[in-house]
């Protein structure tokens, strides 16, 4: 089980910015254990340059970067996902495609820095601090046993990652 890698869905609805952040924390963070991927319901079809300034910034490798629709990974073929968490409160009320292997489901809404308006420092501002929060939740969830927790427990403290945290710091 050590060496099992866990697939990681990170859903939002444009899939630009905080699905997108998600995604590069926890392929960075996850060391190897987890595979994340992102995706929306409704993508853009472009990654936010304000988040991609940000992940290079912080030595990222971008070139993952892609807006694309949920409906990839319901796809006979796409990667089977073990957990799936919504990062955005539209995406988690919005009717999901059915994932194969029924994973682990969890929303970890945090704000849209995309919605901010302001000076480019105000924006840059609400990009890190969107970055901190998720950051923090990917942290605390790499830090779980997954191995020696039941699936109960496990959706419990899923939910707990989400709900804990303040949104706004």
């Known amino acids: 089980?050590?060496?099992?890698?866990?697939?990681?869905?990170?859903?939002?609805?444009?899939?630009?910015?905080?699905?997108?952040?998600?995604?590069?924390?926890?392929?960075?963070?996850?060391?190897?254990?987890?595979?994340?991927?992102?995706?929306?319901?409704?993508?853009?079809?472009?990654?936010?340059?304000?988040?991609?300034?940000?992940?290079?910034?912080?030595?990222?490798?971008?070139?993952?970067?892609?807006?694309?629709?949920?409906?990839?990974?319901?796809?006979?073929?796409?990667?089977?996902?073990?957990?799936?968490?919504?990062?955005?409160?539209?995406?988690?009320?919005?009717?999901?495609?059915?994932w194969p292997g029924q994973p682990m489901t969890a929303h970890w809404g945090v704000p849209d820095p995309a919605a901010v308006e302001g000076t480019a420092i105000d924006q840059a501002l609400a990009f890190a601090d969107t970055y901190r929060m998720l950051a923090t939740r990917i942290s605390i969830f790499t830090a779980l046993p997954l191995a020696s927790l039941d699936r109960m427990t496990l959706q419990s403290r899923l939910g707990e990652i989400g709900r804990d945290l303040p949104e706004v710091g």
């Open 1 to 98: 089980m050590s060496d099992r890698v866990f697939n990681v869905l990170f859903l939002c609805t444009g899939n630009s910015a905080r699905s997108i952040l998600a995604e590069a924390i926890l392929n960075r963070e996850g060391m190897g254990r987890f595979k994340a991927f992102s995706a929306g319901s409704q993508p853009k079809g472009e990654v936010h340059p304000q988040a991609l300034a940000l992940l290079e910034k912080l030595n990222h490798d971008t070139g993952f970067a892609r807006s694309k629709s949920w409906e990839e990974f319901a796809q006979p073929g796409a990667p089977v996902m073990d957990f799936v968490f919504t990062v955005c409160d539209n995406a988690a009320g919005e009717a999901c495609p059915v």
